[in-house]
Structure formats: C-alpha cells, structure tokens
C-alpha cells in the first residue's frame, strides 16, 4: 500500500521552500493579484481515499483546466459530431496561437488550445438552454458541490483584455466555424474560465476521466470510448507546446491552466491536482510539474 499522504507531505515541504517559483500570469490584469508562495496538492484514490497538503482548500482560477470540462459536456451533449469542426493533434504552439487556424482553414488543432474551446463553448452555447447557468450545473453534479461559482472579477477582467481570443474567435467565424455570435461565446468562454476552485475539488470533477466516465456518486457521464479520447487529448495536448516534456518528465494525462493548477490521472488508481501559481516559460506551473515528477518517481507509477 502505497502512503499516499507521507509522499505529498514530502513534497509539498519541497516545494513550499523552493526559492524558484516561476511567473505568475498577468496577461489577466486580475490573475496577477495572487499571492506566489501558495502551494497545494490533493490526490483521491479510486477508493476515494482523500489526502492533501498544503492549500488544497484554497480556490483559484481553474482557467484553461475548465477546457476539459467544457468538453466532456459537449461530447456527452453531441457526441461525435464534435471532431467535424475540431482536430485532435497537438499543435506544438502556445495556447494562443492563431497562425495554424489560419493555414488548416478555421479548424482548430485540439478542442484544448484557445480556438478550439472557443468552437467547444460555440457547441455548448447552441445546445444548452442557459449555458452558463447549466454548465455550472455540470460541474457542480461532477463533484457534488453546488458551492463552486465563477469569479466574476476575473471573467471580467479577461473580457478587457483578451484580445487574442476576440481574433481567434472572428477567424473562426470568418471560416463559418462559429455558429453563435462572437460576443456570446466568448461571455461563455471567459465565465468557463473563470471557474474558483480548490485542488481537492478538481479531483472531485476529474474523477470521471480517472474512473470509465463514473462520478464520485456512481453516476455514469462519459462512455468508456470518451474517456479514452479525453484522456489521450490531455496527455497530446494538455500542456501547451510542452505535453511531450509533462508526458517525459511526470508520465500521466493531464491539464494545466495559467492560474497555475494543474490536474493529472492515472486511470483506475487515482486523481490529483496541484497549485502554485507561478509558471515556467511554457506557460505551466513551475512547481506543479515539480511536484507531479516528484509524485510519480515516488510512487513508481505512471501510465507507462
Ligand atoms: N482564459 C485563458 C485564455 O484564454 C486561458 C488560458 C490558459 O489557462 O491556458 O487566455
């Protein structure tokens, strides 16, 4: 039996002293505000064993780990229809990238780069009565806590300034890629963004990749072939244009975000997610990968 808690206690104490925190993301005027030195980490088991270390509890803005959502609903909502209009390669470019849509004709690489969730919040809004308010609803099924809301200050705070999604998302359009209009799928977007959440929540609502589909409740949200595909589109494409050196380095599917969370599985086993808010130049928590190489090497497991 591996002691799970021993080795995060071990590892948050690394990282908790480590004088090289990376950068936080001020692209976000709001996401700036964050205080550096915050470090968490929660791993469930299958069993839903729960342990933690550090501020676990403490919420911050999930960003572009909510992608991973937004699709599971989408694809529970419209199935296979999805890669009609999005690709599932890695693009090998930042997460903001726009010369590829341009060149493959307004087909975005993966739905897990900025275009490309972009059409997935398109997909959700045309197929959800009030997307916001039921796409909250997924999550708060997922993890069976209806306390989880968006931070408003900071969809706020992205609309003022995201510039580069406003452009990704008029390509699209221009490209016939974009059903709504652009104005109503980026408020949907920057409010998925925005989502406040603690890293033992995320394990709640990853639980579903890590466990054939089936949540915390035992209720059944994926088929078995969607969390294959969720699952090897996060370990391609789950970290910007460096998913090859996470898969190198830490061996597990995943997700990152600019808030600085980063949530990983190893199917049928266990779900974890870390917090520290400065990023390498990749644009991933600098810690976080830390402490997930640190988890696997410990532990000997990953999924190769
Ligand atoms: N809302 C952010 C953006 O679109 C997400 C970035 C990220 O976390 O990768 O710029």
Known sequence: MIDYQNILDTIALSCSTSKEKGKIANYIPE???VESSKFGIHLVDSAMNNFSAGDADEHFSIQSISKVLSLAHAMSLVGEEIWKRVDVEPSGDPFNHLSLLEFENGIPRNPLINAGAIVISDILVSNLENPKTDFLNYVHMLTNDSSIVYDLDVAKSEKETGFRNYAAANLLKSYGNLNNDVETVLDFYFHQCSLAMSCAQLTKAFYIFMNK??????????????????????????FYDEAGEFAFEVGLPGKSGVGGGIVALLPGKYCVATWSPGLNPKGNSKLGMEALEKLTTATEQSIF
């Open 31 to 33: 996401l700036a505000k």
């Open 213 to 238: 589909g089936v949540c915390q409740q035992g209720k059944t949200h994926l088929t078995i072939q969607q969390e294959k595909r969720i699952n090897a589109l996060m370990l391609t494409c789950g």
